[in-house]
């Protein structure tokens, strides 16, 4: 039991110190970034002064942030909620040091007045740079696939229908109908075979049948779906055998309850 917690803390150490680590690398760039730029006249500073400035800057405050962003993580769990509440809280420390910073490397005075004025300087530096560590660090939301288990169809809930069929097609796969005027196309596995009959009397006869009617003029075997695909408002519905059917708005939501969206 021992080894086991001791190896659990050895891995917590080693994501913590990677972690920081990455962060510590990210705010160094941003550092670098601030120099090369040279922002609020900071560009006419000696080389080393510039770079050491910005570093010194950027990374103090990003530790403070980055500190006060765990304190905040069980109370907020949104990202972008506690980037915007820490980028506030961070804002006077970190413009203390500013302050500090630029009364060590520059000869600056220091006085509350200039640090007030420093405040509204530091705060849109501090919330980009707490917003540029959270999006290296937001996580992708993780995608879940359901599909609805169809049962294979009872017999008799498609037996009334079927003796529609001519003796080749009554025992064949029932694939989809598709309604034409007065007639149906009823699509098998064993061919199409035109029934006359209404589309309303149909899915009357198949209602204890596995399928969904998805346009006005489809029905389709559930079993039968292989795919559904959903752009711009217009859906398409691939079925076994190579056929395809439209899908529109309003049944989208029976294929969606089906787990197919």
């Not at 962060?23 to 550092?31: P, V």
């Not at 009357?204 to 752009?231: N, P, Q, Y």
């Amino acid at each position: 039991m021992r080894e086991r917690d001791g190896m659990g803390g050895g891995l917590k150490q080693a994501t913590a110190l990677r972690r920081w680590t990455i962060d510590l690398a990210i705010l160094a760039a941003m550092g670098l970034l601030m120099g090369f730029l040279g922002p609020f006249d900071s560009e006419h500073l000696p080389v080393a002064v510039l770079y050491g400035y910005w570093l010194i800057c950027i990374v103090g405050g990003g530790v403070i942030g980055i500190g006060l962003d765990a304190l905040l993580s069980r109370r907020l769990p949104s990202a972008w909620r506690r980037v915007a509440a820490v980028s506030v809280l961070m804002t006077p420390p970190a413009t203390l040091l500013v302050l500090t910073t630029q009364t060590v490397l520059m000869s600056q005075p220091f006085g509350w007045p200039a640090w007030l004025n420093l405040l509204w300087q530091v705060w849109p530096i501090v919330l980009a740079v707490m917003a540029v560590r959270s999006l290296v660090w937001r996580r992708q939301a993780v995608r879940i696939e359901t599909r609805t288990l169809i049962a294979p169809p009872l017999p008799e809930a498609e037996a009334t229908f079927r003796r529609r069929l001519s003796a080749k097609r009554r025992g064949a796969r029932l694939i989809a109908i598709e309604a034409h005027d007065h007639y149906l196309k009823v699509h098998t596995d064993a061919g199409v075979e035109l029934v006359t009959l209404r589309f309303a009397d149909a899915l009357d006869e198949l209602a204890g049948a596995h399928g969904w009617r998805i346009h006005r003029s489809w029905w389709v075997a559930a079993d039968a779906v292989k795919a559904v695909r959903w752009r711009r408002g217009r859906g398409e519905i691939s079925l076994s055998g190579g056929h395809t059917a439209p899908v529109s708005r309003t049944y989208r939501a029976v294929l969606k309850e089906a787990g197919w969206f």
